[in-house]
């Protein structure tokens, strides 16, 4: 053999044996989770042979994001739309042709709770309607998905899950963050101990588009709308809640300033293990939706960068680019809108164990309560928590 088809063929030693060989069958990565959703279509046992039947209320932005994933879940039967402007039943009728989907104005919407194989409702209407809404659906003995907030004020939402408790029904709140597959690797990294005690971790949250005035005088103020978000996400991967928070804030834009409401808020918190959170906030980011985690600790660092349409790059003599970041929650937060519905309907069908219960809402209340109390006050709050406030997982040092 001469020696250039003996250099060409050097790495023949190197060959390893046949991909079949001593191979039953082939498993994915966990972390694959559109592949696991696409197995589970033919494999998992979702608990009953039927779908549940559902009624969505609202058709506003957050509606119409469930709306497509109801329609595209083989586990649902979307029963009823309740939905107060009249303008909107045939467009949707028409989008999604739903056929066999009745249209409720809330005027009628004891057609709904009367309605003996409807199963749960979906609520995703503005947030002073909620507690009406959540009532009238415990009391007719159904399943509750919410939107967050669940109420405008602390003693609606214990009224809303006493009535959960009363009837023996789960009432859920979206936290949607918490299932975005990059916060829950974090997540699970975290609690598994990979970057030792967590010394820092830090979310920045920057919104986009902005939102309409009209939006953001219903929307409960930057600090429950937006803050809550972040406030749960941190003190979700930690399983602690802070004992003290210092807040900063300022209304750079008129309009914003003029409700009485903020625009740019920075939060510090600090925890009993000595962890501390920081939450860099704004109303307004112009070049998309700005979402990022970090966790360092004293092994390494966890971190969650924005997530763009695609990853093509583009390359020329000047540098290289590759499409911005995404536009707005409805496309980054998508695989979390459909992996929190499917929680959703794990609980109901399955009786899984709820990931969101009434102890986190209350505690992440009463944060975003202390952190807009600093704001105003320009002093830092002290936190105190009982036993009884602390959810199970949640440990209090």
């Not at 070049?287 to 997530?307: C, K, S, W």
């Not at 790059?313 to 695989?335: K, L, N, V």
Request: charged residues 20%; hydrophobic residues 35%; glycine residues 6%.
């Amino acid at each position: 053999m001469c020696l250039s088809s003996a250099k060409k063929m050097a790495t023949l030693q190197f060959k390893g044996k046949s991909p079949y060989e001593g191979v039953l069958s082939r498993k994915h990565d966990a972390s694959d989770f559109k592949y696991e959703r696409y197995t589970n279509f033919f494999t998992k046992d979702i608990g009953s042979s039927s779908p549940v039947c559902l009624a969505l209320f609202g058709l506003g932005r957050a509606g119409s994001i469930h709306l497509s994933n109801i329609i595209a879940s083989p586990r649902l039967n979307l029963r009823y739309i309740v939905e107060a402007n009249k303008d909107l039943w045939e467009p949707a009728k028409a989008r999604w042709n739903l056929k066999d989907t009745m249209f409720i104005h809330p005027d009628q919407v004891d057609t709904v709770y009367q309605d003996k194989a409807l199963q749960a409702c979906l609520i995703a209407t503005p947030t002073f309607t909620h507690e009406g809404y959540i009532l009238g659906s415990l009391g007719a003995g159904l399943a509750v998905f919410s939107e967050k907030p669940i109420a405008e004020d602390p003693r609606s939402t214990v009224r809303c899950y006493q009535k959960a408790d009363q009837v023996g029904k789960p009432l859920f709140c979206a936290f949607n963050r918490r299932f975005d597959p990059a916060f829950a690797s974090i997540r699970s990294k975290v609690r598994s101990g990979k970057v030792g005690h967590v010394q820092m971790i830090k979310t920045t949250s920057r919104d986009s588009p902005l939102p309409s005035l009209d939006y953001l005088k219903i929307s409960g103020g930057i600090y429950h709308d937006c803050a809550v978000h972040d406030i749960d996400m941190i003190t979700w991967v930690l399983g602690e809640y802070p004992t003290q928070v210092f807040s900063v804030a300022t209304a750079e834009i008129p309009e914003i300033d003029g409700i009485n409401d903020f625009d740019n808020v920075a939060i510090t918190m600090k925890f009993p293990s000595g962890s501390i959170g920081m939450i860099d906030l704004c109303r307004f980011a112009n070049y998309g939706y700005d979402q990022r985690l970090e966790v360092f600790g004293h092994e390494g660092m966890l971190h969650a960068q924005n997530d763009t349409p695609n990853k093509a790059e583009y390359c020329t003599a000047d540098g290289s680019s590759q499409a911005p970041m995404y536009y707005s929650f409805p496309s980054r937060h998508a695989d979390g809108y459909i992996r929190e519905l499917e929680h959703f309907l794990d609980v109901v069908q399955n009786n899984e164990e709820m990931s969101v219960t009434d102890r986190m809402t209350a505690a992440v209340s009463k944060i975003a309560d202390a952190c807009e109390e600093s704001a105003r006050s320009g002093k830092p709050v002290q936190l105190n928590w009982t036993v009884q406030e602390i959810p199970k997982g949640y440990v209090q040092v």
